[in-house]
Nanobody, 116 residues
Framework: QVRLVESGGGLVQPGGSLTLSCAASGMLFSINAMGWYRQAPGKERELVATITRGGSTNYGDSVKGRFTISRDNGKNTVYLQMNSLTPEDTAGYSC??????????WGKGTLVTVSS
């Protein structure tokens, strides 16, 4: 089992920045990759960014160049630095972990609202 706890969501003005954190606990040795997904009201869930155990990253097209995913293995935490936020980035952001066996785990999510 893997437990994921997100933090860092909130209200930010357009053009602002926000950093999300996802702390993992449990069977950490089983995790191959972690990432962030988001879902806005009335829309499907979409990939934001992922990072593998080896440090390879992948980003959704809508966030490339603005968001950066990173991990601190010592703290078992993955971060999502979000810059140049727009109202279109408003969504519930969820942390995801994928294990080497193909299992997936999700956090409860954190809400990001971009509004003036």
């Amino acid at each position: 089992q893997v437990r994921l706890v997100e933090s860092g969501g909130g209200l930010v003005q357009p053009g602002g920045s926000l950093t999300l954190s996802c702390a993992a606990s449990g069977m950490l040795f089983s995790i191959n990759a972690m990432g962030w997904y988001r879902q806005a009201p009335g829309k499907e869930r979409e990939l934001v960014a992922t990072i593998t155990r080896g440090g390879s990253t992948n980003y959704g097209d809508s966030v490339k160049g603005r968001f950066t995913i990173s991990r601190d293995n010592g703290k078992n935490t993955v971060y999502l630095q979000m810059n140049s936020l727009t109202p279109e980035d408003t969504a519930g952001y969820s942390c995801n972990a994928q294990t080497f066996s193909g299992a997936e785990y999700w956090g409860k999510g954190t809400l990001v609202t971009v509004s003036s």
